[in-house]
């Protein structure tokens, strides 16, 4: 898909040039741009060392996990499916926890280990459960507090005040989970089948109080 | 307060981080080590990206075959409240993480980061993730096939992610 997009741009733009007798804009622009583009790099290499450096410091030192215990209460409510005590809660928590601090690169392992946990509950190995596509709805619209990188590439820029994107970063984000969430949740009460069996209900953990399947949504703000 | 709150986020970040991690007895300098090498392979990562879009981009630019686009698709984006220049960051952005971080960058080296651009394009890059990467791998760490109805709820918020990024900037910087 990448190649596709990328050939059009390209080929699409040679023949507009040359159509239009601009042919030597094209070879200017080609090699400025090429340059331009290492320059950026080697620009970011710093910025990106000091912040994946503190990136580090912070998960060192425990901060993902002091977060992730603060979300975790909230999480289970978004999802009914997986009992309250079950370890997947724990990972969910530590992804959304990683992403929520734009630490990227820590979130990932979280979120593997929270799927193959999830997998576990699912009674139906080839499909997805209502839990792993809440779960997704989370990760794909990506909730971040502070986009670490962005910040970055703005100050190098020379950006008034680099951060300032940050409360619209937040807005719009929140904005994308919460139609998820709702979508996910219309979706899922209409085209539901059997994959979102209560899986505590097999291994006996709710102790007589069923998930509760209504409240999914209440979680995803208002 | 938002304001405030932005400018000074970083700099609470210098000072409390390290702190923090002092008295947590993390080795500071050897958590710089870990963070430098993860940066250059990042780094190293991103180059081919880079490099690719900056060229595709900027010669369908100077060729004038973004002003026809632009022409063309003009009204349907403006609906959305978006301007012409930051669709191919909308097309890329759900496909791949790198090819959107290049395409955001060059937006930002164009227009400035204090330009609406700028700001919408940052904006709309922190606003959602890569979702088709995300879901192929994770999808895929665990053999699930029938995704059911993920791709699409994750397509949706993302185009509610953009719409509300022009949004926020909009009300946010006065446009």
Request: proline share 5%.
């Given at each position: 898909?990448?190649?596709?997009?990328?050939?059009?741009?390209?080929?699409?733009?040679?023949?507009?040039?040359?159509?239009?007798?601009?042919?030597?804009?094209?070879?200017?622009?080609?090699?400025?741009?090429?340059?331009?583009?290492?320059?950026?790099?080697?620009?970011?290499?710093?910025?990106?060392?000091?912040?994946?450096?503190?990136?580090?410091?912070?998960?060192?030192?425990?901060?993902?996990?002091?977060?992730?215990?603060?979300?975790?209460?909230?999480?289970?409510?978004?999802?009914?499916?997986?009992?309250?005590?079950?370890?997947?809660?724990?990972?969910?928590?530590?992804?959304?926890?990683?992403?929520?601090?734009?630490?990227?690169?820590?979130?990932?392992?979280?979120?593997?280990?929270?799927?193959?946990?999830?997998?576990?509950?699912?009674?139906?190995?080839?499909?997805?459960?209502?839990a792993m596509i809440t779960f997704l709805v989370l990760n794909t619209s990506g909730i971040t507090l502070l986009p670490t990188v962005v910040v970055g590439i703005r100050a190098q820029y020379g950006s008034a005040n680099p951060a300032e994107i940050m409360g619209t970063t937040l807005a719009a984000t929140l904005c994308a989970t919460a139609a998820g969430l709702l979508l996910d949740y219309a979706l899922r009460r209409g085209g539901s089948d059997g994959a979102s069996a209560p899986p505590g209900a097999l291994r006996g953990r709710s102790r007589g109080r069923l998930p509760r399947r209504a409240g999914a949504p209440e979680a995803g703000r208002r | 307060m938002i304001d405030l709150l932005a400018r000074y986020a970083i700099p609470f970040i210098l000072l409390f981080v390290p702190l923090y991690a002092l008295y947590r007895k993390v080795d500071i300098y050897a958590a710089f080590k870990d963070g430098s090498r993860e940066a250059l392979l990042l780094c190293a990562q991103i180059l081919?990206?880079?490099?690719?879009?900056?060229?595709?981009?900027?010669?369908f630019r100077a060729s004038g075959a973004l002003d026809l686009c632009a022409g063309l698709l003009r009204p349907i984006l403006g609906a959305a409240g978006l301007p012409v220049e930051v669709l191919p960051l909308a097309i890329v952005r759900p496909l791949s993480g790198n090819g959107a971080l290049a395409i955001m960058t060059d937006l930002v080296r164009q227009w400035g980061p204090d330009s609406f651009i700028g700001r919408l394009a940052t904006t709309m890059q922190g606003s959602t993730d890569t979702t088709f990467y995300v879901m192929s791998l994770y999808f895929g760490s665990v053999g699930i096939l029938k995704t059911r109805h993920a791709v699409a709820v994750g397509l949706v918020s993302d185009v509610v992610g953009f719409v509300a990024s022009a949004l926020a900037v909009k009300i946010a910087f006065g446009y």
């Amino acid at each position: 898909m990448m190649n596709l997009i990328w050939m059009a741009l390209l080929e699409i733009g040679v023949l507009v040039a040359v159509a239009g007798g601009r042919a030597d804009t094209v070879t200017e622009t080609a090699m400025t741009a090429a340059e331009q583009a290492v320059e950026t790099v080697l620009g970011l290499l710093g910025i990106m060392v000091l912040w994946l450096s503190l990136s580090r410091m912070a998960e060192d030192a425990g901060l993902v996990r002091a977060l992730a215990r603060l979300v975790r209460p909230l999480l289970s409510r978004l999802f009914p499916g997986v009992p309250r005590d079950h370890p997947a809660l724990g990972s969910i928590a530590l992804n959304v926890s990683a992403n929520l601090l734009g630490l990227g690169s820590a979130a990932t392992p979280f979120g593997l280990r929270a799927m193959q946990q999830l997998q576990e509950l699912n009674p139906r190995k080839d499909t997805a459960s209502d839990a792993m596509i809440t779960f997704l709805v989370l990760n794909t619209s990506g909730i971040t507090l502070l986009p670490t990188v962005v910040v970055g590439i703005r100050a190098q820029y020379g950006s008034a005040n680099p951060a300032e994107i940050m409360g619209t970063t937040l807005a719009a984000t929140l904005c994308a989970t919460a139609a998820g969430l709702l979508l996910d949740y219309a979706l899922r009460r209409g085209g539901s089948d059997g994959a979102s069996a209560p899986p505590g209900a097999l291994r006996g953990r709710s102790r007589g109080r069923l998930p509760r399947r209504a409240g999914a949504p209440e979680a995803g703000r208002r | 307060m938002i304001d405030l709150l932005a400018r000074y986020a970083i700099p609470f970040i210098l000072l409390f981080v390290p702190l923090y991690a002092l008295y947590r007895k993390v080795d500071i300098y050897a958590a710089f080590k870990d963070g430098s090498r993860e940066a250059l392979l990042l780094c190293a990562q991103i180059l081919p990206y880079v490099v690719a879009i900056f060229v595709a981009i900027g010669v369908f630019r100077a060729s004038g075959a973004l002003d026809l686009c632009a022409g063309l698709l003009r009204p349907i984006l403006g609906a959305a409240g978006l301007p012409v220049e930051v669709l191919p960051l909308a097309i890329v952005r759900p496909l791949s993480g790198n090819g959107a971080l290049a395409i955001m960058t060059d937006l930002v080296r164009q227009w400035g980061p204090d330009s609406f651009i700028g700001r919408l394009a940052t904006t709309m890059q922190g606003s959602t993730d890569t979702t088709f990467y995300v879901m192929s791998l994770y999808f895929g760490s665990v053999g699930i096939l029938k995704t059911r109805h993920a791709v699409a709820v994750g397509l949706v918020s993302d185009v509610v992610g953009f719409v509300a990024s022009a949004l926020a900037v909009k009300i946010a910087f006065g446009y």
